[in-house]
């Protein structure tokens, strides 16, 4: 007798994917835009993302499903609504690395699964760690003896690296002012106005006032002799920055050390500086040796830099590197016991992956210094490529410097009709991410678009982005204008001499006069 069975919908061995319930059903998601007709209690004038994150969106969006859907079904889903992503090869605003080697690919796979925080259990990674550290400290000229070992920790970006390194000024800082029996309750940092978010947001967490240096026309970074005024004896440090988000460019970090040298000896304040060198970090070594901007000048005290950056590994993984051991307040470092083995900690965060540190160490030994050296130089000759592409259409105006992070920052010669937002969201048409914004005050009023060149943007790329940006001008030629027509010039109006002023006065009166005798009661 043969047996036979109907096969039920859940019974998912024989169908695909695509045939089966689940791609038929919605899955929890947020809701992209409020919408009046919703049921949640939506105030339009009063949201903001605050409301959004602790109130939630439309009723039900955010509940997990109650059963439970295959393996295979929850895969396809989640991958079809992630190419609606864009290509990180053509993110062009990003300065993260987007493309590693599979080899490191394999190794960042075999070590998805380990916490890094869990250092006896991981000894060999957490050696790799520290070998970073010691060879990065080197490539900073570090003052280090021959088995001295370098003072730096990991961290998950140089967002945190900033932090720890903001901390252990102020603690410096307020440990000195404790000491001279002086207020330490007001301290402060000099930047420019150029700085990364992540430095605002060091001074409000851990309530450091934030003085500026403001930029302008034509000088898009922090001008070191006004920054040195803004230093006083509540100064925590002057932040310098190696390579600008904004256009790529060093700051002088050798004429704010000297500048200050000159201060603190007039001062005895002892003012120190930080270099931030996320973006510049792994740049300046390799293209610009002689370039005085690290442990080489006395004053700087402690670097980060982005190892997910021209570090060339993928986002997650930072570093900051202090001069000596007493530029890190020992009271800083935590000791725990209770993972198998007592071990020091430093960090905001406490467990972490360890592929990104791996990932680290394969670079390092993976390229060398020749190797990091023939990159650099391939980013800033395809940099070079597209400025001089874009030089010939006529129609832009470069705003970056050709010495620094290899990018291109370019504004429009001819706003009267379209600006650069215009250009940046047609571009998406073509598939390329480009930036469009606005420079920080004092300089606000000019509008840049900025192309970043990461290892894997070849000169291929860069001739196609030219031909792509000419397609975009011609047919923003073709479009009527999108942008408001200028205001009409504002009269002259001549200024009256002190005579006039008078005449006009006392006509004024005798107006007035003349307007009460009339009316009055004769």
């Not at 919908?9 to 169908?15: G, K, N, W």
């Not at 989640?78 to 690395?97: H, K, Q, W, Y």
């Not at 010939?392 to 600006?419: E, N, Q, W």
């Not at 480009?434 to 606000?444: E, G, H, S, W």
């Amino acid at each position: 007798m043969v047996l036979s069975k109907a096969v039920s919908e859940s019974d998912m061995s024989v169908h695909s994917t695509f045939a089966s319930r689940y791609v038929r059903s919605s899955l929890p998601r947020q809701a992209p835009i409020h919408s009046p007709l919703c049921s949640c209690s939506w105030d339009r004038t009063r949201y903001s993302l605050a409301s959004a994150l602790t109130a939630g969106a439309c009723a039900g969006t955010y509940r997990m499903p109650e059963n439970s859907i295959p393996k295979e079904a929850a895969y396809q889903i989640i991958n079809d609504e992630l190419m609606l992503d864009g290509n990180p090869r053509l993110n062009l605003a990003s300065f993260v690395t987007t493309w590693m080697e599979p080899e490191c690919d394999k190794l960042i796979m075999a070590a998805i699964n380990k916490n890094y925080v869990d250092m006896d259990e991981y000894p060999v990674t957490t050696e790799l760690q520290n070998r970073c550290v010691n060879m990065i400290a080197h490539l900073f000229n570090a003052p280090l003896g021959e088995s001295e070992t370098a003072v730096g920790v990991g961290t998950v970006g140089s967002s945190e690296a900033i932090m720890l390194a903001g901390l252990a000024f102020k603690r410096r800082w307020q440990n000195k002012r404790r000491a001279e029996g002086k207020p330490f309750d007001k301290p402060n940092i000099v930047t420019g106005a150029n700085v990364q978010v992540c430095w605002e947001k060091f001074a409000r967490y851990f309530e450091v006032e934030l003085r500026e240096v403001k930029l302008r026309d034509g000088y898009y970074v922090m001008d070191p002799e006004k920054a040195v005024e803004m230093v006083d004896e509540n100064t925590i440090c002057v932040a310098a920055i190696l390579g600008s988000t904004l256009n790529g460019e060093f700051e002088d970090v050798k004429l704010l050390n000297d500048l200050l040298e000159v201060k603190n000896g007039e001062t005895g304040w002892g003012t120190p500086i930080h270099v931030d060198a996320a973006s510049g970090g792994f740049i300046a070594p390799f293209l610009y040796p002689e370039l005085e901007w690290d442990f080489r000048l006395p004053q700087v005290k402690s670097i980060n830099v982005s190892g997910h950056k021209y570090g060339l590994v993928y986002a997650g993984i930072g570093w900051c590197i202090w001069r000596n051991k007493e530029d890190l307040p020992e009271e800083l470092i935590f000791r725990i016991n209770y993972l198998g083995a007592d071990q020091p900690t430093f960090t905001l965060n406490f467990s972490k992956g360890s592929s990104q540190v791996i990932a680290q160490y394969y670079q390092l030994i993976r390229h060398g210094f020749e190797g990091y050296r023939n990159i650099m130089e391939n980013c800033h000759e395809n940099a070079m490529v597209l400025k001089e592409g874009l030089e010939r259409t006529g129609r832009f105006d470069i705003v970056s410097k050709d010495d620094g992070v290899p990018l291109v920052a370019f504004s429009l010669k001819d706003r009267s009709r379209h600006d650069e937002f215009e250009i940046s969201d047609m571009l998406r048409r073509f598939g390329w991410i480009v930036p469009a914004y606005t420079m920080p005050p004092d300089a606000q009023h000019v509008t840049v678009l900025r192309v970043v060149i990461r290892e894997e943007f070849s000169r291929t790329l860069a001739e196609r982005l030219v031909l792509d940006i000419e397609k975009v001008m011609y047919q923003l030629d073709a479009l009527p204008s999108r942008l408001p027509p200028p205001l009409p010039p504002a009269p002259l109006v001549r200024k009256k001499s002190e005579l006039e002023t008078q005449r006009s006065v006392s006509e004024a009166w005798k107006k007035f006069v003349l307007a009460k005798e009339t009316n009055g009661v004769c």
